[in-house]
């Protein structure tokens, strides 16, 4: 897609630093972090969101990409948030498929900590 921003960030064409690349995702700092620790895992093909039939392979990459990304920061062992958000009433800002990975801080008994 010619204009979406996380299509050229995961081509290399920004010249963006990424954490972890394989040959479907990259993995780069969230440019406006809500955590300590804020990754943004990006697949190199375009998918809106998680809906739109995303093949397995790609999920996998994205797993992957969220450990190799936890251990690399320090955050394995004390532990992460992964989170897809998927429309704009669950916050999606970038119709790209893209999950994000938080920590380096305690996100305590908020909404979100709940199972």
Excluded at 75 to 104: K, P, Y
Aim: hydrophobic letters at 45%; glycine letters at 10%.
């Amino acid at each position: 897609m010619e204009d979406c921003v996380f299509c050229t960030i995961a081509s290399g064409a920004f010249g963006t630093e990424f954490l972890y690349e394989d040959d479907r995702v990259v993995a780069f700092d969230d440019l406006h972090p809500q955590a300590p620790i804020h990754v943004l895992v990006v697949p190199k093909r375009h998918f809106d969101t998680i809906a739109d039939g995303v093949p397995a392979e790609v999920l996998a990459s994205m797993v992957a990409a969220a450990k190799a990304v936890a251990e690399k920061t320090g955050i394995a062992s004390t532990g992460f948030r992964c989170i897809m958000n998927t429309g704009s009433d669950a916050g999606q800002t970038v119709q790209h498929l893209h999950m994000h990975i938080l920590g380096g801080a305690s996100f305590g008994e908020g909404l979100l900590a709940r199972n």
